[in-house]
């Protein structure tokens, strides 16, 4: 079993940044076996992929978020953290981190475990 913890959301003016951190533990979980990946829902909407990363640190994204949002990954702290510039309020959500181990896909049923969510809101 894996737990997933998400921080770093809030409230941020459009063209501001935010940084999201994911926090992956669980005794018999190992961190550099999975991929990770960021998922957002918007009231109303489904949960839609944002970015993914694999173990070697290859990355992949949805054309939306390319050239604003980073994705990455520290194995020594057992992160995933998604640096997100030149926000949009239509980037505003909750954020969800995922993990899976069959392969770099946007599809949700690919990644069995899931965080909480942290509330991200792009408004003046």
């Known amino acids: 079993q894996a737990q997933l913890v998400e921080s770093g959301g809030g409230l941020v003016q459009p063209g501001g940044s935010l940084r999201l951190s994911c926090a992956a533990s669980?005794?018999?979980?190992?961190?550099?076996?999975?991929?990770m990946a960021w998922f957002r829902q918007a009231p109303g909407k489904e949960r839609e992929f944002v970015a993914a990363i694999s173990r070697s640190g290859g990355t992949y994204s949805v054309d939306s978020v390319k050239g604003r949002f980073t994705i990455s990954r520290d194995s020594a702290k057992n992160t995933v953290d998604l640096q997100m510039d030149s926000l949009k309020p239509e980037d505003t959500a909750v954020y969800y981190c995922?993990?899976?181990?069959?392969?770099?896909?946007?599809?949700?049923?690919?990644?069995?475990?899931w965080g909480q969510g942290t509330q991200v809101t792009v408004s003046s």
């Open positions: 669980g005794r018999t979980f190992s961190f550099s076996r999975y991929i």
């Open positions: 995922a993990a899976g181990t069959l392969g770099m896909t946007a599809n949700r049923s690919a990644y069995p475990y």
